[in-house]
């Protein structure tokens, strides 16, 4: 019989946009179509990929510059507008759940650090395939926006685990520096909002290229 490997971390910590929930592109063309709205220039695929992960306000002032101080809050709406109205387009990407319960049966604390609002994150969790998956969460409009490492520190402090004992996972280079300022070590994926060459110079443990290869490092590995 094979032994299970020894447990290296006592948290994983998951972003939730390109990392768990398959929403990259749509989280594109809704900052693209809310530029559009207020008459602003209208960021490329990549400009729009590069800031999700980042609290919305921070996120759409680098996406969409230039812009008025007082129209970015129509810029806000006209997002939130878009995105909630095709919200019921998005799922997990396929072996989440599998992903996440191996790892509570492996007794690891869960939790979440993202970029997304409260309400946005709160209407995913309490849906019946996702209620209690998670020990703790943080969202990007009830903390520090990332890569500041205080959502990762809060949750570090809420569920009594040692940076050496906590690992962020993330499809942005946001995830990779808020694990590194935390002094936590971190996994990226590359099939979210950033390229993988991206990641090199924050030197992830791993990269994976699927949420299955994800999920066999998870188990290997951490």
Not at 17 to 27: H, K, Q, R
């Amino acid at each position: 019989m094979t032994a299970t490997p020894a447990r290296q971390f006592d948290l994983i910590v998951f972003d939730w946009d390109g990392t768990l929930f398959d929403s990259t592109a749509l989280i594109v063309q809704c900052i693209q179509a809310a530029a559009a709205d207020v008459g602003a220039d209208v960021p490329s695929d990549a400009q729009a990929a590069y800031v999700i992960g980042m609290g919305l306000v921070e996120a759409l002032k680098l996406a969409v510059p230039g812009l008025a101080t007082e129209h970015y809050p129509a810029l806000v709406q006209r997002y939130r507008h878009h995105y909630f109205r095709r919200q019921h387009e998005l799922s997990l990407f396929a072996g989440t759940l599998d992903m996440l319960h191996a790892l509570k049966a492996r007794q690891h604390r869960l939790g979440v650090a993202t970029g997304k609002s409260r309400r946005g994150l709160d209407e995913a969790l309490h849906t019946v395939q996702l209620r209690g998956l998670f020990d703790a969460t943080r969202t990007a409009d009830e903390t520090t926006s990332k890569p500041h490492p205080r959502m990762l520190l809060e949750l570090m402090a809420e569920l009594g685990c040692a940076a050496e004992r906590t690992l962020m996972v993330g499809d942005t280079t946001h995830d990779l520096q808020l694990a590194a300022n935390a002094r936590a070590a971190s996994v990226a994926v590359s099939f979210g909002a950033h390229e993988r060459e991206a990641f090199e110079a924050y030197t992830p443990r791993f990269v994976a290229h699927s949420t299955a290869e994800l999920g066999d490092w998870l188990l290997a590995h951490a």
